[in-house]
């Protein structure tokens, strides 16, 4: 009798314990995983800040960046002379520059950077303001063989440069200018990109154009009422080509 009670007594404890590893197995199980942060697109007012400032500092200066991970890229503009900007690019890792570029373009072109594009590898893309052209280094050298090589005829009129970037150093493999012409006189007129994404082939832009956006041939659309008109364009990866143009009631 007590050995029977004693074997009763054991198997109550066992089954116990078997459902108490059984809830801790399902409770392990189930518990949740937290998704990496990642942001691969931004597009907004660009900020100022130098090679030389913290990630914090930037950070709070709520400009555009992009983030995988631990990683985060920035882009904005430097005042470098009371009526001059220049473009600023930086990434930290874990909050350590990694590198930050402040030569892509140095003339008295008053140029800044507004918008990023990341796939969180190999894939970045930069968008930067353009004045009219100056003597001296600007994206010229990089648009070489692209879909547009310069900022054109004209000049006070604020267009887009759209560069594709090597995420591990900040260097620009190539770049386009991205306009909009004027159909009277064929001089250079605004564009502003307002959004970018990346489906593995082709760089889909979309932008606010003043009169008048360029086809994919780089003509001017002929368009009707006001502008600035919506204006979406797909570039191959390599910014030479345009695949497609389009623009609300133009043609």
């Known amino acids: 009798m007590i050995y029977h009670h004693q074997l009763q007594k054991y198997l109550t404890l066992f089954s116990i314990a078997v459902i108490l590893g059984t809830d801790l197995a399902i409770t392990q199980k189930t518990s949740p995983v937290f998704a990496q942060t990642v942001v691969n697109s931004s597009v907004s007012k660009s900020v100022?800040?130098?090679?030389?400032?913290?990630?914090?500092?930037?950070?709070?200066?709520?400009g555009p960046k992009v983030l995988s991970g631990q990683t985060t890229i920035y882009i904005g503009y430097q005042q470098v002379s009371s009526s001059n900007k220049d473009p600023r690019i930086v990434r930290f890792d874990n909050g350590i520059k990694k590198w930050c570029r402040s030569d892509y373009e140095t003339t008295n072109d008053d140029g800044t950077g507004y918008g990023l594009f990341w796939d969180g590898k190999g894939v970045l893309y930069g968008v930067f303001t353009s004045t009219g052209t100056q003597t001296g280094n600007d994206f010229r050298r990089f648009a070489n063989g692209r879909w547009l090589t310069s900022y054109g005829s004209g000049g006070g009129a604020k267009v887009a440069v759209i560069a594709k970037i090597n995420p591990d150093n900040g260097s620009v493999y190539y770049a386009t200018f991205l306009s909009a012409r004027k159909p009277s006189d064929g001089k250079t007129n605004s564009l502003v990109v307002t959004g970018l994404s990346w489906n593995g082939v082709n760089l889909s832009v979309n932008a606010d154009s003043w009169w008048t956006p360029r086809r994919a041939d780089k003509n001017s659309m002929t368009c009707s009422g006001s502008s600035p008109y919506k204006y979406a364009a797909?570039?191959?990866?390599?910014?030479?080509?345009?695949?497609?143009?389009?623009?609300?009631?133009?043609?």
Do not use: M, P, R
Request: glycine residues 4%; proline residues 0%; contains cysteine.
């Open 48 to 62: 100022t800040f130098t090679c030389n400032d913290s990630e914090a500092t930037i950070k709070a200066k709520n």
């Open 234 to 251: 797909a570039f191959t990866g390599d910014l030479s080509k345009v695949s497609a143009a389009s623009a609300a009631t133009c043609y």
